[in-house]
């Protein structure tokens, strides 16, 4: 034994890790969105986990967040790190676009699933290393607003499939905000912004506040404020529910134009599904336009689950062009951990294998290999027992991982090939060449 101390091996605070049969239900969920966005003809691509900092910090308002790298061997007085990792997925994107234009077709339709890091306080629902399922369509001088609509279709029909428990998808549009500040007198219309998101984490009163002291509105613009996004109304109908606030002017119009237009196309989702929320800001410079936020109904104090919205110049910090665009971005993680803290999730077996093969004898190891590369040969997830050992264990090891079967090759020269349903118990006799196992219920839902 060594004299060195023990290291306690507890994982990091904020990273989150997985037993095999968690992480099993988890590879079947990327595979489930995967698929999905493939069927609307998203196509994969990978960033670097780590980009320049003036990349990352194009964004604004996000150095707080950002971890830089640094070597552990660079010498005491170099602070010059210049890179950092990515904290979400739009800005990596962004630069990917600008760097690989001119080999690009437009309309550009990506989907990234990938890990991004924040420097955050971890808690219920924030993680610093956490995976993030993003959409985006990217084009030059103009995105078709039918694009807007397209996004959140894509994720209700994700967000379906894997069974997560009843959600709303909230959207609104930052001219509608815009619009309305400018027409009540507020000279800097994205200051109030900023302040009029944070509504969900210190409630109205807390914003009223910080639009009188920060802002410096009067009162009669904080009551418009607050008017404003205590709105939210399915359909279309949002429209006269602005109306009857009496603001006018010509941004607050196109808002509430393209507000319509969205909710129009996505009035054949299910009832309260798709809901128009005018307390939905989005906080970030770089929305122009369609904003989204998913949350779940039983939980309303958790945090958002999808987000996202068109921005119009973002790609514009990497290259002298115009290129729009509109996203959506699911946030893997902080969904699938909720639900398993919840007891909600349904755990996969420990092992990938569909049958687990024994080794009868160390004379008859060989055999048994083989009749295990004659399994997998046909498509079949095999594992071969380790040593040869008494059959209880081996079968006992087959289930405690979860295997559905275990396979027996000849114990002697006259003997058959037989397979045991663990489920069933039963055990018969079995062809190397045509034996299936019976189908599962490949179900990726919570």
């Known amino acids: 034994m060594s004299d060195a101390p023990i290291v306690r091996p507890l994982p990091v605070s904020g990273f989150p890790e997985w037993l095999p049969e968690v992480r099993i239900v988890e590879q079947r969920w990327l595979d489930t969105i995967r698929a999905i966005f493939e069927r609307y003809g998203f196509c994969s691509v990978e960033t670097p986990s780590v980009e320049a900092l003036d990349v990352l910090l194009a964004k604004g308002e996000t150095s707080q967040e950002v971890y830089t ?40 339709k990506r989907y990234q699933m990938q890990r991004v890091w924040r420097g955050e306080r971890p808690q219920e629902g924030r993680f610093r290393e956490f995976t993030q399922c993003d959409i985006d ?19 209700h029909e994700v967000l379906t499939t894997l069974g997560v428990p009843p959600w709303t998808l909230n959207i609104n549009n930052r001219k509608v905000l815009q619009g309305f500040y400018e ?7 994205l200051a109030v912004i900023r302040i009029a998101d944070k509504i969900d984490k210190i409630g109205a009163t807390g914003v009223a506040d910080l639009l009188a002291t920060q802002a410096g509105l009067d009162a009669a613009q904080v009551r418009a404020c607050l008017d404003l996004a205590a ?42 599904s798709v809901v128009a929320d005018l307390s939905i800001a989005r906080g970030l410079d770089y929305y122009t336009g369609t904003v989204y936020e998913a949350k779940f109904v039983d939980w309303p ?46 755990t996969g077996p420990a092992s990938p294998a569909d049958v687990l093969v024994v080794i009868p004898s160390a004379e008859r190891r060989a055999q048994a290999l083989a009749a295990a590369g004659a ?72």
Request: proline share 6%; aromatic share 8%.
């Open 69 to 108: 790298l640094r070597r552990l061997q660079a010498d005491a007085d170099d602070d010059s790190a210049r890179l950092g990792l990515h904290f979400d997925l739009t800005v990596p994107f962004a630069r990917y676009v600008a760097a690989h234009f001119n080999e690009l077709v437009f309309p550009f």
């Open 231 to 272: 709105i939210r109304v399915s359909g279309s109908g949002v429209v006269d529910e602005v109306r009857r606030l009496g603001v006018k002017g010509e941004l607050l119009d196109e808002g509430l134009d393209e507000l319509a237009a969205v909710l129009d196309d996505l009035a054949d989702l299910p009832a309260g």
């Open 137 to 155: 369509v990217i084009n030059v001088d103009r995105v078709p607003l039918h694009f807007d609509a397209e996004l959140p279709r894509i994720v």
């Open 301 to 346: 104090d958790f945090g958002s689950i999808c987000s996202g919205g068109r921005y119009e110049n973002l790609a514009g910090s990497f290259i002298r062009r115009s290129l729009p665009g509109v996203g959506i971005s699911i946030g893997l993680t902080r969904i699938f951990a909720k639900l398993f803290a919840e007891g909600l999730l349904t």
């Open 183 to 189: 027409g009540i007198g507020i000279g800097d219309p």
């Open 375 to 446: 399994l997998r040969a046909r498509g079949l997830k095999v594992e071969t027992y380790h040593q040869a050992d008494k059959l209880q264990k081996q079968i006992r090891y087959a289930s405690r991982k979860g295997i559905g079967h275990v396979w027996f090759p000849p114990f002697a020269d006259d003997r058959a090939h037989e397979v045991k349903s663990m489920a069933t118990g039963e055990q018969t006799a079995a062809d190397l060449d045509t034996w299936t196992p019976p189908p599962a219920a490949d179900a990726p839902t919570a």
